[in-house]
Structures are given as C-alpha cells and as structure tokens.
C-alpha cells in the first residue's frame, strides 16, 4: 500500500506543477455548478478533474516514467492501482468541491446535493472506466481523440436528459438509481481488470 501511495503523490506532484491552469476551469465549473446547479457544469467539473489523471499518463510516457519504473521494485499492479485509486479520489474531489459550492451560493438543499453527488459518482466512474484501459492499450495521444468523443457523448446525452426530465417532470426512482450504480460498479471492476492484463503485457513493465 505504501507504494501505492507513494505513486499517488508522484502524480500529484506532477500535476501541481503542470496544471494550474486546469484547476482553475475545474473551480469556475465547481462555482457555476454551485449557482446554476444542473447537469452541465456539475458533469464538466467531475470529468476535468478525471481528465488530470488521464493527463498522469501523457506525462508518465513523455518524461520516461514509464521505462524508469521497469527498474524499479514496484509491481504492475501497484501501478494500475495507484491510477484507479487517484481517479476515484479525483471524483471524490470534484464532489466536495461542487458540494461547498453548492452551500456557499444556494444553501443547504439536500436533494439537489444528493442528486448531484450521484450523477457525479456514476459520470467520473463511467468516465474513468472507459479511457484508463484505451489510455494503457493503445497510449495517451493515440487515444485522445476517444476519450474528447466520450466525453462530448456524456455531456451531450446528459444535457439532453436533463433537458427532457426537466420539462416532463420525470425523475429518477430509487430502484433505478442503484441498478445504474451496480452497472458502473461492475464496468469500473471490468475496467480495473482489463486494465491489468494489459499492463502485464507492456515490454517496459517487465520486472
């Protein structure tokens, strides 16, 4: 576990001193989620804050980390799991962010909280599942163009649903909601295991 965490600080480091600019479109995301509320910024804040991991990965590939690690006594499965456990940190992240936002501009509303901490887990999990193997497969910039298409889909497939459930007055029961919570467990598990066979495969993580 240690050097688990160890890897996790890596990827914070890096990204402290690469992605400022970033983290300031993740808050003006959290700040509008915290005055509009709605699908829009709240989805956009949490997929940034998962875009900074798949950006760990461009980094690790264009500063050597990659061969540098292969030298290392550290285990291909402490690697995949240092990224999937900093991804889901990351969602954690943009939930309080957009959370305190939330209290600071309208208040304490507990629905709307709860609503948003779910689409918030279900949208960075599902977004994070499908680029982390695609990113380890095929690498970061070969799969730039599918991780920027999934994430004008979700953006676009959520505003519309919202849109719609907005005017029709459909909500969400609770039956549903915890099927599509298992649904994006599983995919994460399934992602996280993919994930894995391919790193036991790539030459530079040859212990």
């Not at 699908?39 to 980390?65: E, I, K, P």
């Not at 070969?142 to 497939?157: C, D, E, H, P, Q």
Request: hydrophobic share 55%.
């Amino acid at each position: 576990m240690n050097t688990v965490i160890t890897l996790m600080l890596k990827d914070i480091y890096v990204l402290k001193r690469k992605s400022e600019p970033t983290l300031f479109i993740i808050v003006f995301f959290a700040v509008f989620a915290g005055l509009q509320g709605g699908f829009l910024y709240t989805a956009m804040c949490t997929m940034m804050m998962v875009m900074l991991t798949l950006t760990t990965f461009a980094y690790d590939q264009s500063d050597g980390w990659e061969a540098y690690v292969s030298a290392l006594p550290v285990s291909r499965e402490a690697v995949v799991q240092s990224k999937y456990i900093f991804g889901i940190l990351t969602v954690a992240v943009s939930i309080l962010l957009v959370m305190v936002s939330s209290v600071v501009f309208r208040g304490f509303q507990i629905a709307a909280m709860i609503n948003a901490l779910q689409m918030q887990v279900y949208l960075g999990l599902f977004f994070l599942s499908l680029n982390y193997p695609l990113i380890l497969k095929f690498g970061f910039e070969k799969s730039r163009v599918w991780y920027i298409l999934i994430t004008f889909l979700i953006v676009g497939a959520g505003s519309a649903f919202s849109s719609i459930a907005s005017q029709t007055g459909l909500q969400i029961n609770g039956l549903v909601s915890s099927f599509a919570g298992l649904l994006v467990i599983g995919l994460l598990l399934l992602s996280y295991g993919i994930s894995l066979r391919i790193i036991k495969h790539k030459e530079f993580l040859e212990i």
